[in-house]
């Protein structure tokens, strides 16, 4: 319900994800400008009229909102289209019944000066409940244009993008164990941790898989969540020399590890990929699952999930 509401806010002030891809198509992207030029100068601009617009929303000062607006500008977002000032004001306004203490923040990435009364702006807005809250940031894509002395948004294009971010996976930090106890891998044990480093950016997961009768394999795997491409990425190194690389994908009830690399013995192949799926059962349990395993394009059994528990 929380992540609803603030789409509803990022929407209503026609600034949410996403650049459209025809942003800085034409006639190239946008190139950097040397120092002290224009586009530094319109960039500052740009970030001071963001600046002014956030906190004019954190304040709920409507009359302030509405002078960034043009008189017919339009909203375009996922099928929502709204036109006029007064209507996008509104609708603005009324999402604060649902956060009314809702806070923004905006950071400028880029500027792209069309002409002398027209630029494209494009960074990320930040939204938060309240002060204890936590962000949520996207990315927008908005047209300004000059009217007297005062920048308006005159169009805002809307894309919406999943949110990135490593708090929902703070529960796994601990100690955890698994054995198979049927199958193919009956016997096989796996051991390890999962802590929080540089202040929350990395999840790092160290794990050694041990059999009977064949030397111990041990593997660190790093979560990172990309805020910019809203991902979250993960990289996996083994003592093989083995390793793999993807994405971290949930549909809201497991974790999907979508993964390739190259296995540590070139006699398996050159080029692996799989899916290691981590159902939660409950805050001191899980199942994780390697699937939709492929060495080289052929493509091999799923193995038997592994049920991992907490340990003291």
Do not use: C
């Not at 604060?96 to 807005?125: C, H, N, Y």
């Not at 002060?131 to 002395?149: I, M």
């Amino acid at each position: 319900m929380r992540a609803f509401i603030f789409r509803v806010l990022l929407t209503a002030v026609g600034l949410l994800p996403g650049l459209q891809p025809g942003f800085g198509q034409e006639g190239g992207a946008p190139t950097a400008a040397p120092k002290g030029s224009l586009n530094d100068a319109m960039m500052a601009k740009m970030q001071a009229e963001a600046n002014a617009y956030a906190e004019a929303f954190s304040k709920k000062d409507f009359e302030t909102l509405g002078k960034h607006w043009t008189t017919q500008a339009e909203l375009n977002e996922a099928g929502r289209f709204l036109q006029g000032r007064a209507n996008i004001v509104n609708f603005i306004r009324s999402t604060f019944v649902r956060a009314p203490k809702a806070q923004m923040e905006i950071k400028v990435d880029r500027v792209r000066v069309l002409g002398e009364e027209t630029v494209r702006v494009a960074g990320v807005i930040r939204v938060r409940e309240n002060a204890d809250a936590r962000w949520f940031s996207s990315k927008f894509e908005s047209l300004r244009v000059k009217e007297g002395n005062d920048w308006q948004i005159a169009s805002s294009t809307v894309v919406a993008v999943p949110e990135a971010s490593l708090e929902d996976l703070g529960w796994l930090v601990g100690k955890w164990k698994a054995e198979a106890t049927e199958g193919e891998d009956k016997g096989l044990v796996v051991e390890g941790g999962i802590q929080k480093m540089l202040e929350g950016q990395l999840l790092v997961v160290h794990l050694k898989r041990q059999r009977k009768d064949a030397p111990a394999v041990e593997s660190i795997q790093i979560l990172h969540a990309d805020r910019h491409d809203a991902a979250i990425r993960t990289w996996i190194f083994e003592s093989t020399g083995g390793r793999a690389e993807g994405v971290l994908e949930s549909d809201g009830h497991t974790l999907n590890s979508v993964l390739l690399g190259q296995p540590g013995n070139p006699e398996i192949g050159n080029r692996v990929g799989s899916v290691h799926v981590l159902t939660p059962i409950s805050k001191d349990e899980f199942l994780w699952q390697p699937i939709e395993r492929v060495i080289d394009g052929v493509r091999l059994p799923d193995q038997k999930p592994l049920h991992f528990k907490r340990q003291k």
